[in-house]
């Protein structure tokens, strides 16, 4: 089956600079999402195919791609952007999705 | 603007079967297939499938087969997902999910087992 690694955990303070990667097991890789989850609330789409982000999402979120590996960044990071984080993408094999194993971005 | 509206919590006894809904407005209906994702406590999101709204077929993820049903009713633009043979190990937050890019999801509905 198909997996999305990502790191259990980020920490960054106020200001710098947070990564997030997200390795794909298997070619060739679909495009890849990336989603926001605050305690207690519902995901939100942050990243859509690999780099767009939707209207109203701060263009301090970006995402970015290489082989196999999917990138989400946050520049300048705030306290609000604690959370964690979700990549998914697609098996190419068939109409089935995955979600990546969430990281936890802990602003210090 | 688009939404997505889940029915509320649900408690159950082990053995039992719910019923979740989600409700869509703000865009064509059938233009989005609806995906369902399952968080329980402690662990991450899981894709459990998803159902085309246009044809009313279902997909279910692995693990998600046999006791899960996708279905709909286009008339009320909803969607349902049915647990039967309710365990302890179903309770969780339910999530319904708009189309490829997940783009809008429901507000969550928590199914509580208990034994």
């Known amino acids: 089956s198909y997996e999305l690694t990502q790191p259990p955990s980020v920490s960054v303070s106020p200001g710098q600079t947070a990564r997030i990667t997200c390795s794909a097991d298997a070619l060739p890789k679909q495009y890849a999402y990336w989603y926001q989850q605050k305690p207690g609330q519902a995901p939100v789409l942050v990243i859509y195919?690999?780099?767009e982000r939707p209207s109203g999402i701060p263009e301090r979120f970006s995402g970015s791609s290489s082989g196999t590996t999917v990138t989400l960044t946050i520049s300048g990071v705030q306290a609000e952007d604690e959370a964690d984080y979700y990549c998914?993408?697609?098996?190419?094999?068939?109409?089935?999705?995955?979600f990546g194993t969430g990281t936890r971005v802990t602003v210090l | 603007q688009v939404q997505l509206v889940q029915s509320g919590s649900e408690l159950k006894k082990s053995g039992a079967s719910v019923k979740v809904s989600c409700k869509a407005s703000g865009y064509t209906f059938t233009t989005y297939g609806i995906n369902w994702v399952r968080h329980a406590p402690g662990q991450g999101l899981e894709w459990m499938g998803w159902?085309?709204?246009?044809?009313?077929?279902?997909t279910y993820a692995q693990g998600f087969t046999g006791r899960f049903v996708f279905s709909l009713d286009t008339s009320v633009s909803t969607t349902y997902l049915q647990i039967s043979s309710l365990k302890p190990e179903d309770t969780a937050v339910y999530y319904c999910?708009?189309?490829?890019?997940?783009?809008?999801w429901g507000q969550g509905t928590l199914v509580t087992v208990s034994s």
């Open positions: 195919k690999d780099t």
């Open positions: 998914q993408s697609a098996d190419s094999s068939g109409p089935y999705h995955v």
């Open positions: 999910a708009r189309g490829t890019a997940f783009d809008y």
């Open positions: 159902i085309n709204t246009n044809i009313g077929n279902p």
